[in-house]
T-cell receptor, first 113, second 113 residues
Framework: AQKVTQAQTEISVVEKEDVTLDCVYE???????LFWYKQPPSGELVFLIR??????QNEISGRYSWNFQKSTSSFNFTITASQVVDSAVYFC??????????FGKGTRLHILP | KAGVTQTPRYLIKTRGQQVTLSCSPI?????VSWYQQTPGQGLQFLFE???????NKGNFPGRFSGRQFSNSRSEMNVSTLELGDSALYLC????????????FGPGTRLTVL
């Protein structure tokens, strides 16, 4: 069975610090998709990134970067030079070929001014 | 393009009642998925509809049901409400199936008294 673990329940950092959110997944599938979503206080989940299992290239988007390593079944998310607006709950999610999606429990990130 | 809309945004019901929630996907999107979010269980997948057919179903009792109309709008129904059904119900749409990113609505906050 598939599983997504976000071991960090809550993280607090001071503004401008870098922060990495961990995500570890379990699956026997060879084809799958990984996602990160952001849920700000308003409650609406915002899509951040999608990665398929055949693409291990790291991705950078502005201050956001993602490190996908199949060898460790991890898909970690780093925010560089964090800002107060980055405060939110971040969810890592796994989707198999049948489009069944499993979310991690989420990491609540506090960026302190 | 308008985003995913959900109505109503807030709902208060009593145990034993039934409730119907509505979701209008982004124009052109044919896949609609429903999720339940609670503090204890996190984000859990309820079901997915594509072209008026249920493609996937999560591990929820039969009291939870849904449907999709020809215009891709979707409704979910919960019968015989229980206190534990109090949650944020999120709807997400996607242009098609197959590991695509999902775009979420603001959710319906259901409180069961």
């Amino acid at each position: 069975a598939q599983k997504v673990t976000q071991a960090q329940t809550e993280i607090s950092v001071v503004e401008k610090e870098d922060v990495t959110l961990d995500c570890v997944y379990e699956t026997r599938d060879t084809t799958y998709y990984l996602f990160w979503y952001k849920q700000p206080p308003s409650g609406e989940l915002v899509f951040l990134i999608r990665r398929n299992s055949f693409d291990e290239q790291n991705e950078i988007s502005g201050r956001y970067s993602w490190n996908f390593q199949k060898s460790t079944s991890s898909f970690n998310f780093t925010i560089t030079a964090s800002q107060v607006v980055d405060s939110a709950v971040y969810f890592c999610a796994f989707m198999n070929r049948d489009d069944k999606i499993i979310f991690g429990k989420g990491t609540r990130l506090h960026i302190l001014p | 393009k308008a985003g995913v809309t959900q109505t109503p945004r807030y709902l208060i019901k009593t145990r034993g009642q039934q409730v119907t929630l509505s979701c209008s996907p982004i124009s052109g999107h044919r896949s609609v998925s429903w999720y339940q979010q609670t503090p204890g269980q996190g984000l859990q997948f309820l079901f997915e509809y594509f072209s008026e057919t249920q493609r996937n179903k999560g591990n929820f009792p039969g009291r939870f049901s849904g449907r999709q109309f020809s215009n891709s709008r979707s409704e979910m129904n919960v019968s015989t409400l229980e206190l534990g059904d109090s949650a944020l119900y999120l709807c997400a749409s996607s242009p098609r199936t197959g590991g695509n990113e999902q775009f979420f609505g603001p959710g319906t906050r259901l409180t069961v008294l």
